[in-house]
């Protein structure tokens, strides 16, 4: 809930992939949120207040129906937005350095694409698709590849510019 926080005030994209990462971490537990919960340790009442946030993300993914797969609406309208501030920054003729880096991470964009068997709905999925498989290998410790290693450095700036963008227009200090 505290990382979850500052990362949703901070980096749009970190917050998407952290918050895909608890899905992951509440299916792993089968939804008994009381075995994440007990890893912190923090006072009696920011506890409670950890131990509702999680209930209640628990809660939305089951009314959601995403106990097996998938994410919750929130983190999918959160994805939709952006892939749509991305589109407004490629037909921007003054974001020739977004569109740079976009050109730069396209081939690996589509790569993912095709490898999803078009599953992937559109180019900034694919990105965060892209840093949170990353991600998986890592836990795993599993040997990342050279060309594997260019794609997500590619997504991750491109996400980074992307998040300051959302963030800039979220908080009203820049327009399209």
Same mark, same amino acid.
């Given at each position: 809930?505290?990382?979850?926080?500052?990362?949703?005030?901070?980096?749009?994209?970190?917050?998407?992939?952290?918050?895909?990462?608890?899905?992951?971490?509440? #299916?792993?537990?089968?939804?008994?949120?009381?075995?994440?919960?007990?890893?912190?340790?923090?006072?009696?009442?920011?506890?409670?207040?950890?131990?509702?946030?999680?209930?209640?993300?628990?809660?939305?993914?089951?009314?959601?129906?995403?106990?097996?797969?998938?994410?919750?609406?929130?983190?999918?309208?959160?994805?939709?937005?952006?892939?749509?501030?991305?589109?407004?920054?490629?037909?921007?003729?003054?974001?020739?350095?977004?569109?740079?880096?976009?050109?730069?991470?396209?081939?690996?964009?589509?790569?993912?694409?095709?490898?999803?068997?078009?599953?992937?709905?559109?180019?900034?999925?694919?990105?965060?698709?892209?840093?949170?498989?990353?991600?998986?290998? #890592?836990?795993?410790?599993?040997?990342?590849?050279?060309?594997?290693?260019?794609?997500?450095?590619?997504?991750? #700036?491109?996400?980074?510019?992307?998040?300051?963008?959302?963030?800039?227009?979220?908080?009203?200090?820049?327009?399209?």
């Amino acid at each position: 809930m505290i990382i979850a926080t500052q990362k949703r005030q901070q980096n749009i994209a970190e917050y998407i992939l952290y918050m895909w990462q608890l899905e992951d971490m509440i #299916r792993a537990v089968k939804f008994d949120v009381s075995q994440i919960v007990s890893q912190y340790n923090y006072p009696e009442n920011t506890m409670k207040d950890i131990q509702i946030w999680y209930t209640q993300l628990a809660d939305a993914m089951k009314s959601e129906g995403i106990e097996e797969s998938g994410h919750l609406r929130q983190l999918q309208e959160l994805v939709i937005e952006l892939s749509q501030l991305n589109i407004s920054l490629l037909q921007n003729s003054s974001e020739k350095k977004y569109q740079e880096l976009f050109n730069e991470a396209l081939p690996h964009i589509a790569e993912i694409i095709t490898k999803s068997d078009n599953t992937i709905k559109n180019e900034i999925e694919a990105c965060l698709m892209g840093l949170y498989g990353m991600l998986l290998l #890592r836990l795993q410790r599993k040997t990342i590849s050279e060309n594997t290693n260019i794609a997500i450095t590619s997504f991750s #700036r491109l996400l980074a510019v992307l998040s300051k963008k959302f963030h800039e227009l979220e908080k009203g200090n820049s327009e399209l």
